[in-house]
């Protein structure tokens, strides 16, 4: 594996799905799984099978439906989940089971009402039990964000004996800082016997705002797989955001990563998910939001007439925008307005546009935006008072 390559595991078909209100019927999934593939993930967490009969058959029809992407299913360390995991994957070209357990102390005393030894063992027989299924076993550790590094460290060491070819540090609740999360994974890359054998996959929750974040700051410290989903959709507060994570990486080049995603389909499937979920997405949602390259000030609007860098660091091609929006408002300027006229088809001399200009905000302070219509009207009304002045 190089060492810079980052695998993007996408899991808006299982953690995503996990919102109240977004359940999806197994055409739809298989439609996302689709352009999931062609968008350029690594992995697609299909589904948690034993969980009903319906996800079962999802699971398994997008094991028919992708090709060589690697297809993912969920289970709790428990036999039977594993078994039926594998028999949902028995189509798929590069199967993958996901099994695992809670290794923090609140699980190991509340949750399990054991001990860690116990979830060692638990663990370990886990992966084994479904090794005998498939090759590639991720084993999760979860609320590890929460978990002692010592005792984290040994029960991923018991796991890679086992046979674990991926290494899942949730920080589960999205309690973690940036620098905790980040200096957790370089102590497991310096204190874990063989983890160089295995990829060491960062999977945030978003409950504070620092998934992203988080998840960043993992593969700077050794990670090198990003559990994540479109829209950063996801139980409570959301997870990883995929088009954040991606273009982060593409923006800072320094960093050296790279990914195969294919960054001008991130708007589209940014629709089309959001569409299938029934999950608006926030008009300021960072990459894919509706004002993701939406300037509304003057100030604004015109450094980026001017120079499109001045304000955007992005180029909305790069993400499958057709080009920045100056959105009229009683905030813009007059290189705005000229700017758009010209759109419309009017090219306004400086008297021209100072007459526009303070119709413009008269109107402007009656309504949130002034569309091509509304200044299509001001500037009619300026040639007839200019035509009336003239006789």
Do not use: W
């Amino acid at each position: 594996m190089s060492d810079n390559r980052i695998y993007i595991f996408d899991t808006t078909l299982r953690d995503g799905e996990q919102v109240p209100g977004c359940k999806l019927n197994t055409e739809q999934k298989i439609e996302l799984a689709i352009a999931l593939e062609k968008l350029g993930v690594d992995i697609i967490e299909a589904g948690f099978p034993i969980s009903s009969p319906g996800d079962f058959k999802s699971v398994e029809e997008i094991a028919k439906a992708v090709g060589d992407v690697t297809v993912c299913a969920l289970s709790r360390s428990v036999e039977k989940d594993i078994k039926t995991a594998a028999e949902a994957l028995q189509y798929a070209n590069r199967p993958r089971i996901h099994t695992g357990i809670g290794t923090s102390e609140s699980h190991i005393k509340y949750k399990f009402r054991t001990t860690q030894d116990k979830i060692i063992e638990r663990a370990v027989a886990a992966v084994k039990y479904a090794k005998s299924f498939v090759e590639d076993v991720e084993f999760y550790a979860e609320d590890a964000g929460r978990t002692d590094n010592v005792f984290l460290a040994q029960v991923l060491e018991a796991v890679l004996k086992a046979g674990a070819t991926v290494l899942n540090i949730p920080d589960t609740t999205g309690y973690c800082l940036p620098e905790e999360y980040g200096a957790k994974i370089k102590y497991l890359r310096e204190n874990v016997k063989g983890i160089d054998k295995a990829v060491i996959s960062t999977h945030c929750h978003n409950d504070l705002g620092l998934a992203t974040a988080n998840s960043i700051a993992g593969i700077q410290n050794g990670a090198r797989q990003i559990e994540c989903t479109i829209n950063g959709i996801g139980e409570r507060a959301g997870n990883t955001s995929l088009e954040e994570v991606v273009m982060i990486m593409r923006q800072h080049a320094k960093m050296n990563f790279e990914t195969a995603i294919q960054t001008k389909q991130l708007q589209n499937i940014s629709h089309l998910v959001s569409d299938r979920m029934g999950m608006p997405v926030q008009p300021n949602k960072a990459i894919v939001g509706a004002n993701a390259f939406a300037h509304s000030s003057g100030i604004h609007q015109d450094g980026v007439i001017k120079k499109r860098e001045t304000y955007e660091i992005i180029n909305p091609l790069d993400v499958g925008v057709d080009h920045s929006k100056i959105v009229l408002t009683a905030r813009s300027g007059r290189a705005a307005i000229a700017y758009r006229a010209k759109e419309i088809g009017f090219n306004l001399t400086k008297d021209d546009l100072d007459i526009v200009y303070k119709n413009f905000l008269t109107v402007a302070d009656t309504k949130k935006e002034v569309d091509d219509k509304d200044l299509q009207q001001i500037i009619v009304k300026k040639t007839s008072q200019v035509g009336a002045s003239s006789r």
